[in-house]
């Protein structure tokens, strides 16, 4: 007859720390994880800041935790997205940093399940104490997985991975995706945690996985793409009045980025990119936004990837088109490639339920006079012979439009962006980062092009090719590399985020089940 492994003493797991250092263990995780993000951009941060809130979660009950949860998703978010607050004040900022804090407490719940649970599974000590900590680490990209699609489409900003983009650990996301790599950065540290709580001297296995994952972080080469030769693009940062409130006269962000472009004309070039919000109008629409874009893609004998807010019929877009070179009369939409914004920001292109919310803050509800629609057509466009893929703005946070772009056949990714909104914060900082970490997972170069900066091109390998500084008018002209191929973690991404964020639960529910059947509680 096989020994049954017996339930170990002290299952039903304490917590460490009283409730009020727990508190300030997790104020002190959001503030310090706030700072692996850019500008500051010190990585170590997010392990040892990982590491508080585990400790601070782990004996939890359910309402403690919930308190532990809400004051470290308070302090990060509240730090991290402060930029909201830069022209409409408080109410944007603290709406949206709160929302996201009382969902993070939500999705932090299984974490403390797991602390309390998987413990008292019978199983060989170092078998519980791995499966904890894969647990609890696929739970934290659960989490992120919930923040990233709900509600309203969610806002997967803040996702760990994104504070390791100028590191050689983000090679790592061309193997397992954005998601897997923050995978493994929770893994290291849940499982360091256990070491120190384990009361018996660590066995060697216990501090060589970790090690081995660190070392794997840090020489892991990027997933190879094969090199296509290269294309040469302008990109053109006019730093107009873009921005919600500036104050503008006709045409004159077109001027603005016309007049940016004046040291490119005459360069040869097989694209010219502008900016998100680089035209003051529909161009299929207003002849004089046509007859200016005509000019200036004559001057440079290049099509123009520009971008405006469009109407079709009673709807209205914020669609990005490939403008050709050479004459040709009037242009209708149809007439040309186009690709519109997948994700319209909620509360900033668009208001959902907005009956309810105008109730609550008819002043702020009612600057937002446009209702953008969803765009359905692919983010890809085609120059000459070459797929160029596309995201709009903060589309560059929604991993599905970037692999549709790359099943596509995208050789070369544009991201045109206005930041003007954000002037004088790391919000574009922030979204640079997001873009080199594109960049790297995709195994392709990257031509990030703001209104009014920070503007890069950017290397398949993460590196800056060139760069142009932030509120002051600039162009780029580059050879960029075109490579092609798709990336491991462009195709297993998104199968192992689903195996991460249901295999989680799923082992809690079990471990759940069988300690009730034990009479360990939650």
Not at 91 to 120: E, H, K, M, S
Not at 264 to 292: H, N, T
Not at 395 to 422: K, M, S
């Amino acid at each position: 007859m096989t020994d049954r492994i017996p339930v170990p003493r002290g299952a039903r797991t304490k917590p460490i720390l009283p409730l009020w250092a727990a508190l300030i263990s997790a104020a002190a995780a959001g503030g310090l994880l706030t700072l692996a993000f850019p500008a500051v951009s010190l990585w170590l941060a997010a392990f040892p800041a990982v590491g508080l809130l585990l400790l601070a979660l782990i004996g939890r009950r359910t309402w403690s935790a919930l308190l532990v949860g809400f004051v470290y998703g308070a302090v990060f978010f509240l730090i991290l997205v402060s930029w909201t607050a830069r022209y409409l004040g408080p109410v944007p900022w603290l709406a949206l940093g709160l929302l996201q804090a009382a969902l993070t407490a939500v999705a932090l719940i299984p974490v403390t399940l797991a602390y309390r649970w998987i413990p008292a599974l019978p199983l060989p000590a170092y078998a519980r104490t791995t499966l904890l900590a894969g647990t609890v680490a696929a739970l934290w990209i659960g989490r992120e997985l919930f923040l990233g699609n709900w509600p309203y489409g969610g806002f997967p900003w803040a996702r760990i991975a994104y504070t390791l983009a100028d590191t050689s650990a983000a090679r790592v996301s061309s193997w397992i995706g954005i998601s897997g790599l923050g995978f493994l950065m929770v893994l290291i540290v849940a499982l360091l945690v256990e070491v120190l709580r384990a009361r018996a001297r660590p066995r060697a296995a216990a501090i060589a996985v970790p090690a081995v994952l660190a070392v794997l972080l840090a020489v892991l080469p990027a997933f190879p793409t094969s090199s296509h030769g290269t294309m040469r693009i302008g990109a053109v940062q006019g730093n107009g009045p873009t921005g919600y409130f500036d104050q503008r006269e006709p045409l004159s962000v077109l001027n603005a980025q016309t007049a940016a472009t004046e040291p490119l004309f005459g360069k040869r070039m097989d694209l010219l990119v502008w900016p998100e919000g680089g035209l003051d109008g529909d161009p299929f629409q207003y002849p004089a936004i046509a007859d200016g874009l005509d000019e200036v893609a004559a001057e440079v004998q290049a099509p123009i990837l520009a971008n405006a807010a469009t109407q079709n019929g009673d709807l209205f877009y914020n669609t990005s088109f490939l403008w050709p070179a050479g004459a040709h009369p009037p242009l209708a939409r149809a007439d040309v490639q186009t690709h519109s914004k997948r994700h319209p920001v909620p509360f900033g292109e668009y208001v959902p339920d907005r009956p309810f919310f105008n109730a609550i803050v008819p002043d702020l509800i009612g600057l937002i006079g446009r209702e953008y629609t969803p765009g359905s057509d692919a983010p890809v466009v085609t120059v000459g012979q070459t797929p160029v893929g596309l995201a709009i703005c903060f589309d560059v946070i929604y991993d599905e439009l970037i692999a549709e772009g790359i099943d596509g056949g995208a050789q070369v990714l544009v991201f045109q962006t206005n930041n003007a909104d954000f002037r004088g914060t790391v919000e574009n900082l922030q979204q640079l980062g997001i873009a080199r970490m594109r960049a790297v997972e995709t195994g392709r170069a990257v031509v990030n092009i703001s209104t009014v900066g920070t503007s890069q091109v950017i290397r398949a390998d993460g590196s800056t090719q060139a760069s142009l500084d932030e509120d002051r008018p600039g162009a780029l002209l580059e050879d960029v590399e075109l490579r092609t191929g798709a990336t491991a973690g462009v195709i297993l991404g998104p199968w192992i985020e689903q195996v991460l964020l249901w295999g989680g639960l799923l082992i809690v529910m079990i471990a759940g089940i069988g300690s009730r059947r034990r009479g360990i509680g939650a």
